[in-house]
């Protein structure tokens, strides 16, 4: 690890500034990602401005019934919060299937945010990466990419965005609320993070020296309808081969409304408007729901080694959506 300075700001202003005028300094939240990145030599930070003190750690409630989460709630008090559990359960799901209890125990809801992909080629220097080093090519994408993306990818990048969370929240129509040098603004979540296109590198449309302060989530009655599902490889302690937040609104056996998001499969969290037009109106049977399934990930271009997560997603959505619904009718699974 190269040597850094560390300081904590005495506020957001002071953070911002300090940041924004030094191009190899970065925030450090509960360091979950970013100090594994500097031990990997992935990231050299020359300064460390620690704002873990000065974030908001609290859940507020908004007019009408939605959330303001500070950005530095860390992912366990997130999940545990009543509010969050009874109006956004498939938030606290999220959150829940993520990471490990010690893990969820220090990291920040704007670290989670944030951090990078687990793509093994962007996790090891010696190898060709254009997110971690533009220009060098994608090993991925002629490697073993059993992990990576299917939508959304370009030739330059194939990597895939880890964090469960972001996906509810895609879900959920969340803003994200920032400080810069400035001023402040609201972000939504779904212009927060990037596809790839010829500029791997960068993750967000976040600017250097932006601070996330806090994430709102809008009142959304339709959300104490929803759930998360995540396929991974092993219970626990793994990440998204795919996964699903689904909320749903029933008019009788109609679907009135519905909010999908998938992750795992792209280089942002994917909402997916595709499925939820193909949903609306329509009646809640699993016919219905592996045509809205079919109607997100036709577009779905997979690589040598990941095309399981066509029928993988396919099936995810259509048993999260059953299992909101009580759906009956359960019919082959597809392969
Ligand atoms: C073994 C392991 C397993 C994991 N499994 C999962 C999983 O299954 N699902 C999942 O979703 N995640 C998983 N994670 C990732 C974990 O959730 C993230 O590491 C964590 O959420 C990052 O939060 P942090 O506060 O520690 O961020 P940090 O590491 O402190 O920061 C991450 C990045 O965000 C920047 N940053 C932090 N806060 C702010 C802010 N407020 N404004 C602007 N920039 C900021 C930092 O500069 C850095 O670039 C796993 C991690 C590990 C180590």
């Not at 809640?284 to 079919?294: I, K, L, N, P, V």
Request: proline fraction near 5%; charged fraction near 25%; include cysteine.
């Amino acid at each position: 690890m190269r040597p850094f300075e560390y300081e904590r700001a005495a506020d957001a202003a002071g953070a911002v500034a300090t940041v924004a005028a030094r191009p190899g300094a970065a925030f450090l939240a509960g360091g979950t990602n970013l100090v594994d990145h500097m031990k990997l030599g992935l990231e050299s930070p020359d300064l460390l401005v620690d704002v873990t003190r000065l974030l908001p750690a609290t859940i507020e409630d908004l007019d009408g019934g939605g959330l303001r989460i500070g950005a530095g709630v860390r992912n366990a008090d997130l999940a545990a919060d009543m509010r969050v559990r009874t109006r956004y359960p498939g938030l606290a799901q999220a959150l829940l299937s993520g990471a490990s209890g010690q893990l969820r125990n220090v990291a920040t809801t704007g670290g989670n945010l944030l951090q990078r992909t687990r793509c093994p080629y962007f996790r090891k220097s010696s190898l060709a990466c254009n997110k971690r080093e533009p220009g060098t090519g994608c090993s991925a994408r002629e490697g073993y990419n059993r992990d990576h993306a299917i939508l959304g990818a370009s030739e330059h990048c194939v990597a895939t965005h880890p964090s469960d969370m972001a996906v509810a929240l895609l879900a959920f129509d969340a803003v994200v609320r920032v400080q810069g040098p400035d001023g402040t603004r609201s972000i939504d979540l779904a212009d927060l993070h990037r596809l790839p296109g010829d500029a791997p590198e960068r993750d967000t449309t976040l600017a250097h020296g932006e601070l996330i302060t806090a994430v709102d989530l809008p009142a959304l009655p339709i959300a104490a309808r929803s759930a998360y599902r995540k396929v991974r490889d092993r219970a626990s302690f793994a990440f998204a081969l795919v996964s699903v937040a689904a909320a749903v609104e029933l008019d009788g056996d109609t679907v009135a409304d519905v909010r999908i998001a998938l992750g795992g499969v792209a280089h942002a969290p994917w909402r997916g408007t595709r499925a939820e037009e193909a949903l609306r109106g329509r009646p809640a049977t699993e016919a219905s729901f592996r045509a809205a399934a079919h109607a997100e990930l036709q577009a779905a271009r997979p690589l040598e080694h990941n095309a399981f997560k066509i029928p993988m997603a396919t099936n995810a959505l259509v048993a999260t959506l059953r299992d909101l619904t009580g759906a009956s009718g359960r019919e082959e699974p597809a392969r």
